[in-house]
């Protein structure tokens, strides 16, 4: 049975005392969760707000009652994901998306395939949706930056501001999860590498090493890039939170 009472819209435009809600979503609010025309709903705008409106018969606006801002997750996560096919990467940007991580790239790797990514501004906007609706499953006020597609050179690039030891590089030859990966030192600056299916090439793997990149195994199996990027990130996570629970 769906639980009216903690379901989260998502809204774009947000003017003063009023917030607009797409005809998609009020279409769900009133024709499918069956929500009184005038009765107080929740929306994000994915920047850490949630926002308690009031909506209006027959109008696509919606009135703000109170507005409170969460804090952004932590640790602050960047996931590189060398890209598979596409629906592949969808459910990746889907399921980031739902457990707070902040910024997601696709990275083009030697072993990619299909260029399906030529593209990119039309599958952006699908995957854009994809991960509104992770955030809106999960409850979250956070929606990830999603960047267009980058070579391996320069997504290290992109990750050289972080300290190397909060650089981990999803690898089978890695060290296990417990003995290499600590709490990372500066949380709000964690990158997350995960190679396309294939696997990095050898060249790939030993500029990631020249870098000091921590390689971890976070499985005893061989996990589809979908999978890897989901369990590397689930365990800084996991991490983060046993060091803050008292």
């Known amino acids: 049975m769906i639980n009216r009472e903690h379901s989260l819209f998502f809204i ?40 308690q409106c009031l909506l209006r018969e027959g109008a696509v606006e919606a009135e703000v009652a109170t507005v409170r801002a969460l804090p952004a997750p932590m640790p ?14 969808e459910e990746t940007v889907t399921n980031l998306a739902a457990m707070g991580i902040t910024k997601i790239t696709p990275m083009i790797c030697l072993h990619c395939q299909k260029k399906w990514w030529d593209a990119w501004e039309k599958h952006r906007e699908r995957c854009q949706k994809k991960m509104i609706a992770g955030i809106k499953q999960a409850l979250s006020a956070w929606l990830p930056e999603l960047t267009g597609p980058k070579g391996f050179s320069e997504s290290l690039k992109m990750a050289r501001g972080c300290n190397p030891k909060n650089c981990f590089v999803a690898d089978a030859d890695g060290k296990p999860c417990g003995a290499a990966m600590d709490v990372p030192s500066d949380p709000a600056n964690v990158s997350c590498f995960i190679g396309p299916p294939g696997g990095f090439s050898q060249n790939e793997k030993d500029e990631l090493k020249s870098l000091g990149f921590v390689f971890v195994k976070i499985a005893n199996t061989r996990l589809r890039t979908e999978l890897a990027a989901i369990v590397l990130c689930a365990q800084l996570i996991s991490k983060s939170i046993v060091a803050c629970t008292p």
Do not use: M, Q
Not at 28 to 39: E, F, Q
Not at 76 to 87: C, K, S, W
């Open 76 to 89: 602050r996560i960047h996931a590189f994901i060398g890209i598979p096919e596409r629906d592949a990467f």
């Open 12 to 51: 774009s435009h947000v003017n003063g005392k009023t917030v607009i809600l797409s005809e998609e979503e009020r279409h769900h609010a009133l024709s499918v969760l069956r929500k009184d025309p005038s009765c107080f709903i929740h929306a994000t705008d994915g920047k850490g707000n949630i926002y």
